[in-house]
């Protein structure tokens, strides 16, 4: 079973950049029919799909973050990494990396790792 | 973008009750040529991760409770909790990965009345 863990600066300063890998473990990141994505969720509120990376590096983001998104892959680390720029208030949140199964077409997120609380504050 | 609703916002319900929850999409999620709508239910408790319940609108994840179903198609669905246990306090979110970019509803939280 495909296992992911987020690491990362907990704390980021206004207009720096959010930078976070996922790692993953019990499968190869190589493996085709996958997706690999991140997903946010502010504090009491709802979920954020963020964007996703396949493993040859086609990307998906959402529109309402897609100018300041970057996503890659390390195949060889076996890593999956988000680069977010120019953060403010509003990009604190607990940061989730999840695997999305895409075989004839998109499927849900499972699994999910534990999350990464990332505050944006001075 | 397909925007997910939820209701109602919160529920509390007595132990052994059921408990029914509605999500509606702005446009339809069921995918004609398969047959399939493609709408998840995930359970959020606090300080954890979302666990995948429901998948294809009403296939239950591998060890899920059967107490947990699904229902619906193209844009009204349901997720019910036929009895209600201790351990299913939670948040309860659908979503669509029908086309992207993927969104969730904005919750329902179930309590213990």
């Known amino acids: 079973q495909v296992q992911l863990q987020e690491s990362g600066p907990g704390l980021v300063k206004p207009s720096q950049t959010l930078s976070l890998t996922c790692t993953v473990s019990?499968?190869?990141?190589?493996?085709?029919?996958?997706?690999w994505s991140w997903i946010r969720q502010p504090a009491g509120k709802g979920l954020e799909w963020i964007g996703r990376?396949?493993?040859?590096?086609?990307?998906n983001y959402n529109p309402s973050l897609k100018s300041r998104l970057t996503m890659s892959v390390d195949t060889s680390s076996n890593q999956f990494s988000l680069r977010l720029t120019s953060v403010t208030a509003a990009d604190t949140a607990v940061y989730y990396c999840?695997?999305?199964?895409?075989?004839?077409?998109?499927?849900?997120?499972?699994?999910w790792g534990q999350g990464t609380l990332v505050t944006v504050s001075s | 973008d397909i925007v997910m609703t939820q209701s109602p916002d919160s529920l509390a319900v007595s132990l052994g009750e059921r408990a029914t929850i509605s999500c509606k999409s702005s446009?339809?999620?069921?995918?004609?040529?398969?047959?399939?709508?493609?709408l998840a239910w995930y359970q959020k408790k606090p300080g954890q991760p979302p666990k995948l319940l429901i998948y294809?609108?009403?296939t239950r994840e591998s060890g899920v409770p059967a107490r947990f179903s699904g229902s619906g198609s193209e844009t009204d669905f349901t997720l019910t909790i036929s009895s209600l246990q201790a351990e299913d306090v939670a948040v309860y979110y659908c979503?669509?990965?029908?086309?992207?970019?993927?969104?969730f509803g904005p919750g329902t939280k179930v309590d213990i009345k």
């Open positions: 446009q339809s999620v069921l995918y004609s040529s398969s047959n399939n709508n493609y």
């Open positions: 979503q669509q990965y029908y086309s992207i970019p993927f969104t």
């Open positions: 990376i396949s493993t040859s590096g086609t990307t």
């Open positions: 294809w609108a009403s």
């Open positions: 999840v695997v999305q199964e895409y075989t004839t077409g998109p499927r849900w997120f499972d699994p």
């Open positions: 019990g499968d190869s990141i190589s493996r085709s029919g996958y997706y």
